[in-house]
């Protein structure tokens, strides 16, 4: 079945970066793109871009823009998102979600989530 | 922040039907299909929903989706116990180039 397994929990500094990963399962990773979504403490979901496992095409929130980098590594089937300067408020569960397309796509299944604490 | 609007919560008693409503904009539901997601208690949010009625294989035909204008709602038929999550629209919005979600509706089982 399609899976999606993400890394462990981080706790990191304010001013630190947190690189969070995603592996695949059960489809051919190149069809389709992740798109990343958060939660903070709750609150409700933020999406955060995608980018495309074919092609490594990215759209990115305009309000991370220049602070969060998606990536793929397709021989692993992994997708990764680097988030730098990092602040308090960037204290969320990260998921990651299939997503055919930029625009005209639903996000499922979803990963597990990654806790990522920012606190000095 | 958001910027579809739901209501914080809704609530019905078993066998019920539960209604949740999704207000946005020409932007995003006026132009760009709609999902809807369930998250259950301390679980990964579920895809409930896609382009604007179309339920995934195993998803209970007691949901369902709809969508005239700039709203959406989703009908929770047959309310059952274990429906008590944590409801989100969501819609690409034109204006900012990226998905925007709903506020959120907490459903309760009373």
């Known amino acids: 079945q399609v899976q999606l397994v993400q890394s462990g929990a981080e706790v990191k500094k304010p001013g630190a970066s947190v690189k969070v990963s995603c592996k695949a399962s059960g489809y051919t990773f190149t069809s389709s793109g992740i798109s990343w979504v958060r939660q903070a403490p709750g609150q409700g979901l933020e999406w955060m871009g995608w980018?495309?496992?074919?092609?490594?095409?990215?759209n990115y929130a305009q309000k991370l823009q220049g602070r969060v980098t998606m990536t793929t590594d397709t021989s692993t089937s992994t997708a990764y998102m680097e988030l730098r300067s990092l602040r308090s408020d960037d204290t969320a569960v990260y998921y990651c979600?299939?997503?055919?397309?930029?625009?005209?796509?639903?996000?499922?299944?979803w990963g597990q989530g990654t806790l990522v604490t920012v606190s000095s | 922040q958001s910027v579809l609007t739901q209501p914080p919560s809704a609530s019905g008693t078993p066998g019920q039907r539960v209604t949740i409503s999704c207000s946005g904009s020409?932007?995003?539901?006026?132009?760009?299909?709609v999902y809807w997601y369930q998250q259950l208690p301390g679980t990964a949010p579920k895809l409930l929903i896609y382009t604007n009625n179309q339920r995934p294989s195993g998803v209970p035909d007691r949901f369902s989706g709809s969508k005239s204008g700039t709203s959406a709602s989703l009908a929770i038929s047959g309310l059952r116990s274990e429906d008590e999550a944590d409801y989100y629209c969501a819609a690409w919005d034109d204006s900012l180039s990226g998905y925007v979600f709903g506020t959120g509706t907490k459903v309760t089982v009373l």
């Open positions: 980018i495309s496992a074919y092609n490594g095409d990215t």
């Open positions: 020409s932007s995003n539901i006026g132009s760009n299909y």
């Open positions: 979600a299939r997503s055919k397309a930029a625009r005209v796509s639903w996000f499922d299944p």
